[in-house]
């Protein structure tokens, strides 16, 4: 039996164009040349007018509402084209984006040393030695299975598996065993050890052994490593029948070798560089804002496709194959011209979101003191620029402000308040800090538990739960007090 219903119902669409702004919007700086030079590759009729001559003076950007950029155009080629919308008297300037920026080296590349690999590294030490194919060969594979961090994690029998079927050589457990002592002689020192207490003998054992505090060190960790790292500092002094004094000189030099060998000689080759999106600086107590150029390309219209249009403008369009080529025309032009207008609504917003941060936060910028960070959360911005959370977020997420105390992520100015004893909101920001400097301060010998944190943070005024302290503390990567403890 047929049912008719009425329903209501509502929805939100998004237009491709919107869609195209909202990603350009999350990409980082470091990223965006990349996306562009995608976009100029796939549609020609985009150009890059840094690299074009412009003799022809350039005309500002007409001004329109932002949302006009993204109404969804019908593409039925029945309609007909008006060739005046794409063809005007200089009109591939109009569309050029060439927005001041604060100075020309945002645009040069950033040089990265070119060194040798971790592994590369291990492969040259193992082509100096005078080795048999076999061994060769076993050498190989075991550097092969080295982690990052340089230890070898598989087992013996496994590298001999895979010698096996790989190589097609067969190995003994022996010879194994025998190629991977020449291995953990290389540098840097501590490879190929198969766990914590390998490593650090190794290197403790290429050190000076008429040392007794290396002798000493050595027994530390071959027979009380469990109670080093705990920290169980009585125990070990019993044991090997040495004052605080001697144990703290024993302590220290094992605290100077490295537990991760192999993320030394790879750290050069994953070097983080942050491009940052905003550069603030102080003018005698004044901050000026502006954006990296990067943010700015020179993208336009190209003129050859705008004349391509105009002939076949004039052409008779009755024919189907010149219909397709009118609408091919069309297409790269119509999408050209919204990639502009993403770029320039993607410029307007992260300066409209960055100043909106900048004021909220004036003091702040000012002295790069934590401590005058206030309460903001993502809705105070949005409200501020009348724009969406999910487009503060967006910015937020992923763009960098440098400033002449350090670079820093727009998320980490961000933070929830608490209320003093005073009924005064501050950024818990703010109560890090002094988390942070009370534990500075400590006596190392006798570390501040969570608790006694607690207490003297109440006597500043600030009332938190204990178990909110350990979090705050956990947030900073700073152990407990047990694990803070020093001779």
Same mark, same amino acid.
């Given at each position: ?31 965006? &040349? ?35 950029? $993204? ?30 920026? &604060? ?140 004052? %605080? ?56 219209? %190209? ?61 702040? $910028? ?48 961000? %933070? ?72």
């Amino acid at each position: 039996m047929l049912k008719q219903t009425l329903q209501q119902k509502l929805l939100q669409k998004l237009s491709p164009q919107q869609i195209q702004f909202i990603k350009l919007l999350q990409v980082p700086t470091v990223s965006l &040349d990349a996306r562009i030079k995608e976009e100029l590759e796939e549609n020609p009729a985009l150009e890059d007018g840094s690299l074009t001559n412009m003799n022809d003076p350039v005309e500002e950007y007409p001004d329109h509402d932002p949302d006009d950029n $993204f109404e969804s155009q019908d593409n039925d080629f029945d309609e007909e084209f008006s060739v005046d919308e794409y063809i005007q008297e200089d009109d591939y300037n109009d569309y050029s984006t060439n927005y001041g920026s &604060d100075d020309d080296d945002d645009r040069k590349e950033i040089p990265i040393a070119v060194q040798d690999s971790f592994f590369e590294s291990l492969q040259n030490q193992l082509d100096l030695l005078a080795l048999s194919d076999k061994d060769y060969l076993i050498g190989q594979q075991i550097i092969g299975s080295l982690d990052d961090d340089g230890y070898l994690r598989r087992p013996i029998l496994s590298l001999i598996d895979d010698l096996a079927f790989s190589q097609n050589v067969i190995a003994e457990e022996a010879e194994v065993e025998a190629i991977l002592k020449v291995i953990q002689d290389f540098e840097p020192a501590g490879i190929g050890a198969r766990d914590l207490q390998e490593c650090l003998l190794i290197q403790l054992r290429k050190k000076d052994q008429n040392n007794p505090i290396i002798n000493q060190a050595i027994k530390v960790v071959e027979n009380y490593l469990d109670e080093f790292t705990k920290k169980h500092y009585d125990k070990i002094e019993k044991q090997l029948g040495v004052n %605080s004094e001697e144990l703290k000189d024993i302590i220290n030099e094992i605290l100077k070798l490295n537990p991760k060998p192999g993320d030394s000689g790879a750290s050069a080759g994953k070097q983080l560089h942050i491009i940052p999106d905003f550069h603030i600086t102080n003018n005698d107590g004044t901050l000026h804002l502006t954006l990296n150029g990067r943010n700015a390309p020179e993208l336009r219209v %190209s003129r050859s496709y705008q004349e391509m249009f105009e002939h076949y403008e004039k052409a008779e369009k009755t024919d189907k194959k010149m219909k397709e080529a009118v609408q091919f025309v069309k297409q790269k032009l119509d999408s050209a011209k919204w990639f502009i207008d993403a770029i320039k609504q993607r410029q307007q917003t992260l300066l409209k979101t960055m100043n909106a941060i900048m004021e909220y936060q004036y003091d702040y $910028f000012l002295t790069g003191d934590e401590r005058l960070l206030k309460p903001m959360i993502l809705k105070d911005i949005a409200d501020k620029i009348e724009m969406d959370i999910s487009t503060v977020s967006r910015v937020a997420n992923s763009k960098y402000v440098q400033t002449e105390f350090g670079t820093f992520l727009l998320k980490s100015f961000f %933070s929830e308040a608490i209320q003093t004893d005073s009924g005064e909101e501050v950024s818990n920001k703010e109560v890090k800090k002094i988390l942070e400097e009370c534990i500075a301060n400590e006596d190392k010998r006798k570390p501040l538990a969570d608790e006694k944190l607690t207490e003297i943070l109440k006597e500043k005024g600030y009332t938190i739960a204990r178990r909110t302290v350990a979090k705050y503390r956990e947030a900073m990567n700073i152990p407990v007090a047990r694990l803070r403890k020093e001779l």
